[in-house]
């Protein structure tokens, strides 16, 4: 069935009702709830290809993916072959299986890691990289920078406290002081700032966290050089250098953000948190790095991590047989799609005299509704929300589900085929119009 733009919702509408009486928010991670587009979240059904078809029989162009994972689209025939072979074994044993060795081996081949740990999602990962850095260095302060989304650990959802070189405060209630209290929030891509607080706090600093090029903000790549700087600085005053590739991992190129950043240059991260991709749409995530460093947690040595489906050979089936297929021509083609739809929006926004800045971090890319390219936090915050909520809606009416926040990247897949593709350009008009039109009465 193909998208009925005069169609109600009647089947996405009672079931966003009855999950609102058993769920905050209808929903299970906030934002799928449309909170900054409005309307009500599709539910949908079932997926294939580049496609979504919501409970209602309308279909999308799926420009989410999962919010990453689905690099190869969804339903590929042979991710479903592996694990629907993996299932039938069982399911989780609790004890160490094959997928997880492999899985691990290929990750320590593509990515700038001598050994990982498995855990079941991102956060996880960043949680238990920033543990073992602290074990690590007997050190306490940890770095990150405003606009850097690392999961939902307590000590990360930080917001800067009143100078550069203070110590944060909690970013959301639930998280007491003393969980930010050595917590130092940055403006991201400024060297300066990074030196002031390791020249004040050098010391203490166990670790800084930073996202390989971060899409949390949308994408907002490092200046030139800026990843190996952090590198530098950390290594010079006995800190970890942590970049989280959760999002950017096997999905900004075959290696991630470092393939792009680092591959033949002679600095490395000492951690790398892996999640989304290499979980083939199923819940794993990974944090690996140095040897040296990674043999200290338990039960090898005394830091402590653990978990009851870490390394799930479902997921780590889904993963592994996810980044085997994902090969250089699956990244050309994803690179040939979004210059395509990067183009039309290129057209299509000056057309309508919207202005907009797109922004690209290998095959991610993501649009700014502001004439100023964006390097930090505060930039990303002038896009105008309420121009995208009408781009948004208008998409969607014409079969585009793009994702519902004006600050996250927009993800293609290696099933974006010319069809898909084309459904996004001819799309693309009526929304900037529609966005236009929001800022001619403002
Ligand atoms: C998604 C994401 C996380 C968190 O992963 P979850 O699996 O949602 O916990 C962490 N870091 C980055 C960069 C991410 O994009």
Redesign the pocket.
Known sequence: MSYDPSGSLPASEALFARAKAVTPGGVN?PVRAFNAVGGTPRFIRSAKGAWLTDVDGNEYVDLICS??PMLLGHQHPEVMAAVSAAIARGTSYGTPTEPEVELAEELVRRAPVEEVRFVS??????MSAIRLARGFTGRDVVIKFAG?????VDSLLASAGSGLATFAVPGTPGVPASSTELTLVLPYNDRAAVEAVFAEHGPRIACLIT?AS???MGVVPPLPGFNRFLSEICTRHGALFIS?????GFRASREGYWGIDGLHEEWRPDLV?F??VMGGGF?A?AFGGRADVMRRLSPEGPVYQAGTLSGNPIATTAGLTTLRLATDEVYAHITHAAEQVKAAIADSFTAAGLPHVIQSAGTMFSVFLDDAPVTDFDGAKRTDERAYAALFHSMLDQGVYLPPSAYEAWFLSSAHDDKAIQQIIDALPTAARAAAATQENK
């Not at 989280?244 to 950017?248: G, L, P, R």
């Open positions: 991670s919010w990453g999602s991102g956060t996880e990962a960043t850097n989304y690392h999961g939902h996202e971060p899409g949390n989280d590739e959760v999002m950017t948190t999640g989304k819940p995530a």
